[in-house]
């Protein structure tokens, strides 16, 4: 199974917003709507910011939104923070066994 | 709080064996499904292997398949990663991460690092 396309880094002013795309195909992304999304700060523990395409687990801001169109996930992260810098990674369930995930590249988010 | 503590890295050498544990607090361990995942330098994500809330079933990637095995004490609230035949390629940092709703890993640990060199 093959990782999910994301660009290798995105970036944006202080409450602007930006948006980070996740490629797959029709049988990953475009075929579930399991897309995840999670923000990593080097070192530490990764954190779920979206699943199920577009739901926010409890504590995860409103800025964080998600998206899919056809084979394509989506992430926008509005009113960006100096603490919005770090790493962001895509999942989504691919069908093959029992809970097996593919994940994207991941992007590196700069707040300029 | 939730907290999940990757130990057991280290260095290792090729065709060597390493046993991972995942230390979990804060949740009922035994009612998650439990996942490892890795993470080579400078590269993405990489699903490893999932194991079911009572350990009666167990899945893995293609990649390590044969070669790693993943369990499970419930009464010790720990996870655990057995790597033999270790070759190069397995070199990373490894999480340990709860199933969480829509197939989502809803908490990870901080990872611990595997360096598999002669």
């Known amino acids: 199974q093959s990782a999910l396309t994301q660009p290798p880094s995105a970036s944006g002013s202080a409450g602007q917003s930006v948006t980070i795309s996740c490629t797959g195909t029709s049988s990953d992304i475009g075929g579930y709507n399991f897309v995840s999304w999670y923000q990593h700060h080097p070192g530490k523990a990764p954190k779920l910011l979206i699943y199920?395409?577009?739901k926010r687990p409890s504590g995860v801001p409103d800025r964080f939104s998600g998206s899919k169109s056809g084979n394509t996930a989506s992430l926008t992260v509005s009113g960006l923070q100096a603490e919005d810098e770090a790493d962001y990674f895509c999942s989504s369930y691919a069908g093959i066994n029992d809970f097996e995930n593919v994940f994207g590249t991941g992007t590196k988010v700069t707040v300029l | 709080q939730v907290q999940l503590a990757e130990s057991g890295g280290g260095v290792v050498q090729p065709g060597r064996s390493l046993r991972l544990s995942c230390a979990a607090s804060?949740?009922?361990?035994?009612?998650?499904?439990m996942h490892w995942v890795r993470q080579a330098p400078g590269k993405g994500l990489e699903w490893v292997a999932v194991?079911?809330?009572?350990?009666?079933?167990?899945n893995y990637a293609d990649s390590v398949k044969g070669r790693f095995s993943v369990s499970r004490d419930n009464s010790r609230n720990t996870l655990y990663l057995q790597m033999d035949s270790l070759r190069a390629d397995d070199t990373a940092v490894y999480y340990c991460a709860t199933l969480g709703a829509g197939h989502s890993f809803s908490w990870w640990g901080q990872g611990t690092l595997v360096t598999v060199s002669s």
């Open positions: 804060g949740f009922t361990f035994s009612s998650y499904v």
């Open positions: 194991i079911w809330f009572d350990g009666s079933n167990k």
């Open positions: 199920e395409v577009f």
